[in-house]
């Protein structure tokens, strides 16, 4: 079974360099300690139209510890290079992979097109399995056939996370589920999306939260408060301009901290619930991806770290 490489048992050490930021919490609670050592990715939607090598060189220079992989650049990289090209490549960076992404709109589809999903599951789970990679994610279909009742999206994504899990499981690899906000997608809320991996009940089943997402679908912090932080695979985060919701769409997206998402207040309800996972920068901004990969890498990592109270900022967070 592929363990994350990101997980921190209670029984770890902080490193001396991070005594100074730990030793005044010792008498706290054992989350808000893990919550300093939170690990960062940089998902290659950040820097979309580099290539996957560049997405892994620029991430390792900015000093992310992960990165997680656009399934289109992972298939062109594979055109011409092996999966063991890519483990020596992660081996020479130092950098980890947090997950593969996406499957997209996995439900609702044809029996042609859901078949050639769950093929692609399989592969993608392979590859993920080589590379020590613990998730592969996926993300619920749009209303193409029109509105569905919640009971009937809830029976369709439970089935369909069900049958990829299945497909996932005997690579020691999981599947995540992330809610879309935009109007017109069938899963759109943190409420919807985490009773729909409750429902489902599998170790290998869990929700990835985007911050864009959840304020353009209006997720409740009460669903944020309720969740059970195994259930949490990735957060996602990002920042977006301060427009109306309906104007709002993935190219509004900015760097962490920046314009109206309420990331603070979601990473001081993450903390209370005890999350330890990662935290990883999705931005699909066109106007970053004509910029130098290698600052929008260190651009987005400082941005992110500052909003969440990591790293130098850490002595100065909510905690």
């Not at 900015?62 to 081996?91: C, F, H, P, Q």
């Not at 059970?228 to 109306?244: M, S, T, V, Y």
Request: hydrophobic share 40%; aromatic share 8%; proline share 5%.
């Amino acid at each position: 079974m592929v363990q994350p490489a990101y997980g921190i048992q209670h029984s770890d050490v902080p490193p001396p360099h991070l005594y100074q930021f730990v030793r005044p919490l010792l008498r706290r609670d054992t989350y808000v300690i893990k919550s300093l050592l939170m690990k960062l990715a940089l998902n290659g939607a950040t820097t979309m139209r580099a290539d996957l090598e560049t997405d892994i060189r620029a991430a390792a220079a900015a000093g992310y510890d992960l990165v997680e992989l656009r399934s289109n650049k992972l298939y062109e990289y594979l055109e011409t290079k092996t999966v063991d090209d890519l483990k020596a490549l992660l081996a020479e960076t130092g950098i980890g992979v947090l997950s593969i992404n996406t499957l997209e709109h996995i439900t609702w589809r044809s029996d042609e097109d859901y078949a050639a999903i769950k093929e692609e599951c399989a592969m993608l789970s392979e590859i993920s399995q080589a590379i020590g990679c613990p998730y592969v994610l996926s993300v619920p279909g749009a209303l193409r056939q029109g509105p569905k009742t919640d009971e009937e999206t809830i029976a369709e994504s439970v089935r369909v996370l069900n049958e990829l899990a299945d497909i996932a499981e005997p690579y020691g690899v999981k599947i995540g589920f992330e809610f879309l906000g935009e109007a017109g997608n069938s899963v759109t809320t943190l409420d919807l999306g985490s009773k729909i991996v409750d429902l489902v009940g599998r170790e290998s089943v869990g929700n990835v939260i985007d911050t864009y997402h959840f304020y353009a679908g209006s997720s409740s912090f009460d669903a944020l408060e309720n969740l059970d932080p195994a259930k949490l695979f990735i957060f996602h985060i990002n920042g977006a301009e301060d427009l109306p919701k309906d104007q709002l769409n993935d190219s509004k997206r900015l760097y962490p901290g920046e314009g109206i998402l309420p990331i603070g207040e979601m990473k001081a309800i993450l903390d209370k619930i005890g999350y330890d996972g990662p935290a990883s920068v999705e931005i699909f901004r066109p106007e970053y991806w004509e910029q130098d990969p290698f600052e929008v890498a260190v651009k987005s990592k400082a941005a992110a770290e500052q909003a969440l109270g990591l790293g130098q900022y850490a002595a100065g967070g909510s905690w």
